[in-house]
């Protein structure tokens, strides 16, 4: 046999080109046989109502108002051969599989070998966090093919410049565009242009930084903040669209003050607290366990050895290196129960470096090392996938709908106000779903959340109740601390409205007649209706249990009209039925520790402290996110109280305003010490 036989007998069966364009088209399509089977088909829980009205009306979101999702959303509804939210869930998923391609020609840059940069994009497309945000109407796998293409473009101009070449012009005008997109969607975006002056720092200054290179970077990116012009153009400055808004609280930006504060996330301020230097150690826990259950150990040991390989990958590893160091540093103290969501860009720097690892091992060990390593990952990838399936297949899911079908019907007028006071995590979960429900059926004139948190918004409120004018300057000037209560006095006199998730205990005079999902308020007491709405408590709860073991917005709206029942008949006087519902409930979901924090305060404020302090204990061990740890401790220190254990309870109160936190719920917990301990020195 020739020599000429010989080496085409070597020849691999694809060229190296042919290679990367397989594993390129495997990365996205990868993600499409997949991820689409488990699409949500219409509406469901969490900010999803919100972003849909945004998105069919062509609106404004919450804040920063996501401006370019929204577009890409209707754009996705009118396109699509699917029913409004169908299309925009659907988006979700067609977004990871565009994320997947990016991530897959960034991580190729990063090791020079496809197959392993198709498993890094597979890791990172498959994380639970990630897939859980592909099948549902929301802005995370937007946002991270948005993340991934900018960390793709600048790796790809650094390889031009260390190359010898130039920046192209259209390359400098592209990378702008990237990254004041990205900044459109959400500012966090701006932190990342830190990557682009430390990757190409070292390279020769006339190929990148010329004076033209710069202007046209910087046109790009102004041409991508342009994007941000929308929320002022939208929300009433030109022309006006306010009445579209289901909350009043984001919807006006007529000066620039406003749209500022939209942009910043203002309104956020104090509600997604943090803690101070004493509880970092409790916040640090909750997010090694987030991590932990994100990605694989093989995963998180690649990443580890990808640390390594740094310096061989030298600085073109340095944007998502810094991306993730960004994203970490931002969020890593974020108080919100949904955490794991924030720290997706986080993911794709650790998957990154798991490429590099692999990459490493390859260099260090040889061939047969890292085929071997490749396959550990991709074993454990596939023990877990089934599970993450079932985790995040949402293709079933009608709840929402249902629960609006259910509200629509039982309240028996289509054009009331519905007002929530929350004090309960279910606060977004239950009113999204009636914003979307008012925007696409007409269900409701408005839908409200505490009205009372600023000016502004109580001011509307009091037009919208049909208050006349010489009452309307009086409660104008309500302090914020009385506004929840006279809002309530004004959905007793001026019907129809209806009000969700408060404790009716302290407001003197006023009274309720709780319907499963809301109440009016009346000023006398109600006669009873037949049989308390027990049985559908715990038949909704039942209803939700299939999604509710796995996502927890689920989990929480389960149970909803069991605890508010439980709260109604406790209030009544009846707090031995309250707990009989509560042990009900805790039979059906025993390890949810909203109910089960509830059902040991219950106890404890019904003289049996101790089974109380049992029940607290089981809610705090059964608590995965800070939030409800946080709610649990809470209730423990009234507990403590009952108990006659003082010291014990100060401790926690004083762990409790250890959170940087909103000046409101500051108050409270000040209070609610204050009370508590000065009334368990009463003889």
């Known amino acids: 046999m020739t020599e000429a036989e010989h080496a085409s007998r070597r020849r691999p069966i694809l060229g190296p080109q042919a290679g990367t364009i397989v594993c390129a088209a495997l990365a996205s399509l990868g993600v499409l046989a997949v991820v689409p089977w488990t699409v949500a088909p219409g509406l469901t829980f969490g900010d999803s109502g919100d972003l849909l009205s945004a998105a069919e009306t062509l609106g404004l979101a919450h804040a920063p108002g996501y401006p370019l999702w929204c577009m890409t959303a209707h754009l996705a509804m009118r396109l699509l051969p699917l029913s409004h939210e169908g299309a925009a869930n659907m988006l979700s998923a067609l977004s990871l599989s565009v994320a997947g391609l990016l991530a897959f020609l960034a991580f190729q840059r990063l090791a020079r070998a496809p197959v392993l940069a198709l498993v890094g994009a597979w890791a990172l497309c498959l994380t639970p966090a990630v897939w859980s945000q592909a099948v549902i109407a929301e802005v995370y796998t937007f946002d991270l093919a948005l993340v991934m293409l900018e960390i793709w473009l600048l790796i790809r101009a650094y390889d031009r410049v260390a190359s010898g070449e130039a920046l192209r012009s259209r390359d400098a005008l592209l990378l702008g565009l990237a990254f004041g997109a990205g900044a459109s969607h959400r500012p966090s975006h701006g932190l990342h242009l830190i990557a682009l002056p430390l990757t190409l720092r070292g390279l020769e200054r006339g190929r990148w930084r010329s004076a033209r290179l710069v202007a046209l970077f910087v046109l790009g990116w102004l041409m991508g903040l342009s994007v941000w012009l929308y929320l002022p153009i939208r929300s009433g400055l030109w022309p006006s669209l306010s009445g579209q808004a289901g909350y009043v609280w984001w919807a006006p930006i007529r000066t620039l003050d406003a749209f500022i504060g939209t ?368 709610h649990v401790r809470r209730e423990l220190a009234s507990a403590l109280i009952a108990a006659g254990r003082r010291e014990e309870a100060a401790a926690v109160f004083g762990e409790l305003l250890e959170m940087r936190t909103a000046a409101s719920v500051r108050r409270a917990i000040e209070q609610s010490r204050a009370s508590d301990l000065s009334t368990s020195d009463t003889p």
Not at 367 to 388: I, K
Not at 414 to 428: E, M, T, Y
Not at 463 to 475: F, T
Request: proline share 6%.
């Open 263 to 630: 942009i910043a996330g203002r309104q956020y301020q104090g509600v997604f607290y943090g803690a101070r230097l004493p509880l970092w150690g409790t916040v640090l826990r909750f997010d090694l366990g987030y991590l932990a259950r994100e990605l694989s150990p093989a995963a998180w040991l690649s990443a580890a050895i990808g640390l390594l390989g740094l310096r061989r990958a030298g600085r073109r590893a340095w944007p998502m290196v810094l991306v993730g160091a960004t994203t970490l540093a931002l969020f890593w103290n974020y108080t919100v129960y949904d955490q794991e969501l924030f720290f997706i860009p986080f993911y794709a720097g650790v998957c990154g470096l798991a490429v590099l690892g692999m990459a490493e091992v390859r260099a260090r060990w040889g061939p047969r090392a890292c085929a071997a390593w490749v396959l550990v990952m991709l074993a454990w990838a596939a023990a877990r996938a089934p599970g993450t399936f079932r985790a995040c297949d949402r293709s079933g899911d009608r709840l929402a709908d249902a629960y609006v079908a259910e509200v629509e019907s039982s309240m028996r007028m289509p054009r009331a106000q519905l007002v929530f006071l929350a004090s309960d995590r279910a606060g977004d979960h239950r009113i999204l779903p009636l914003v979307y429900g008012r925007t696409s059926r007409g269900l409701l004139t408005r839908v409200w959340w505490h009205p009372g948190r600023d000016a502004a918004t109580w001011d509307e409120f009091i037009r919208a109740m049909g208050v006349p004018e010489d009452a309307a300057s009086g409660l104008r000037a309500a302090p914020p601390a009385e506004r929840d209560r006279a809002a309530l006095w004004l959905m007793a006199d001026y019907p129809p409205a209806f009000v969700a998730g408060t404790r009716w205990g302290d407001v003197q005079g006023l009274f309720s007649a709780y319907r499963g999902w809301f109440t009016p308020v009346l000023t006398h007491r109600p006669e009873r209706e037949g049989t308390p709405p027990v049985d559908y408590g715990l038949a909704w709860a039942q209803q939700c249990l299939p999604f509710a073991a796995e996502d927890r917005t689920v989990r929480i709206m389960a149970f909803v009209p069991a605890l508010e029942w439980a709260n109604e008949m406790e209030t009544r006087g009846e707090p031995a039925g309250a707990a009989m519902l509560l042990e009900e409930a805790a039979r059906v979901d025993p390890r949810n520790p909203e109910l089960l924090a509830q059902l040991g305060a219950v106890l404890a404020r019904s003289g049996r402290a101790d089974e109380g302090l049992g029940r607290l204990t089981e809610a705090q061990d059964a608590c995965d996110d800070l939030v409800s740890y946080l």
